[in-house]
């Protein structure tokens, strides 16, 4: 299913199906679709608060849901992250989505909606910088790139703001050189384990698996992996494409530097068996700058030339 293409001038709706903001969140956004030249679009749910969500599950459901339906809106983007959007997979009318397909963007917790739309419509998402996010320049190339240049190869090696610092998070490392096709799935980790064992869950049969993670431990980071490799069949994938692990060095209160393990060294012992391209460190994840990729499109891995290509068409002209 081809997705309408968008213009500059696009209408775009900002949903919030996580996590709760505030009025300065909002302004950010809207400033954030003026520097993309896209026109903003939002419901009073916009700015509803349940604790820490942003209102009731049947509300967030019901904005999400009225996004896609409405004819004027042309993409969606998740206007942050945080918790919560596992709460309304099994609230959704995938109908609804199946029947609009559209343009929706997002990342962190949103990993869960896009597991479910491609599992429940086939729907090609894409994991990228939410409406909240820093949108700096590279984010920016990475958005017009993808969205309005026709421009279907990453280069991941191109240099990152954070990258050449002494925190080794930000290093580019293969683990294993190949080149691999098929479809792109995946995003934050504890998204990832969160839907093992659901009717959300996927086939990690042939595809490329895009991982990344923020905050946690090493030893979390280690059972994260291992569930995943354990319960599922990521063991069949085509190629492990991990983002960046943004604070994931630290070594938890309760052990000792010699009693922890270096996040590669999990990465190369977890993966040890799986003859298939593996590199750390693609921009994407909680980053200041990250770039785009589509969830659910087929793609080619080259670590030789250190490059990710989208094989297949996208869009189509807006009618």
Do not use: W
Not at 37 to 57: K, S, W
Not at 135 to 156: A, D, G, R, V
Not at 179 to 191: D, F, H, M, T, Y
Not at 206 to 215: F, G, H, P, T
Request: some cysteine; hydrophobic content about 40%.
């Amino acid at each position: 299913m081809l997705l309408k293409k968008l213009n500059r001038n696009s209408k775009i709706g900002l949903v919030a199906p996580s996590g709760g903001i505030d009025e300065s969140k909002l302004e950010t956004a809207i400033q954030n679709m003026a520097k993309l030249e896209l026109v903003p679009y939002y419901t009073e749910r916009i700015l509803a608060r349940h604790g820490y969500l942003a209102g009731e599950d049947k509300n967030r459901t019901a904005d999400l849901e009225e996004m896609f339906a409405n004819k004027d809106i042309d993409a969606i983007f998740a206007i942050r992250g945080g918790v919560g959007a596992t709460r309304i997979l099994s609230k959704i009318d995938y109908n609804i989505i199946e029947k609009n397909p559209k343009i929706f963007i997002g990342y962190s917790d949103i990993t869960a909606l896009q597991y479910a739309f491609f599992k429940k419509t086939n729907l090609i998402s894409f994991h990228g910088a939410v409406a909240v996010s820093n949108f700096s320049e590279y984010t920016i190339n990475s958005f017009n790139n993808l969205f309005f240049n026709n421009i279907t190869t990453i280069n991941y090696a191109s240099p990152t703001f954070e990258r050449g610092i002494e925190n080794r998070e930000f290093d580019l490392i293969t683990l294993k050189h190949g080149i691999a096709e098929g479809k792109i799935v995946g995003g934050n980790l504890s998204l990832m384990t969160a839907v093992i064992g659901t009717k959300f869950d996927i086939d990690y049969t042939d595809k490329i698996v895009m991982i990344e993670e923020i905050d946690e431990y090493p030893y979390k980071i280690d059972r994260m992996l291992t569930q995943l490799m354990s319960a599922t069949n990521l063991k069949k994938a085509n190629a492990i494409v991990m983002g960046i692990f943004k604070n994931c060095s630290n070594v938890s209160k309760n052990l000792s530097d010699s009693e922890s393990l270096p996040l590669q060294t999990i990465f190369g012992e977890i993966f040890e068996k799986m003859n298939v391209p593996i590199i750390y460190g693609f921009p994407f994840g909680h980053l200041r700058e990250q770039t785009l990729f589509p969830f659910g499109a087929t793609a080619k891995i080259d670590t030789y030339t250190n490059e990710l290509t989208i094989l297949q068409d996208l869009f189509c002209e807006k009618k």
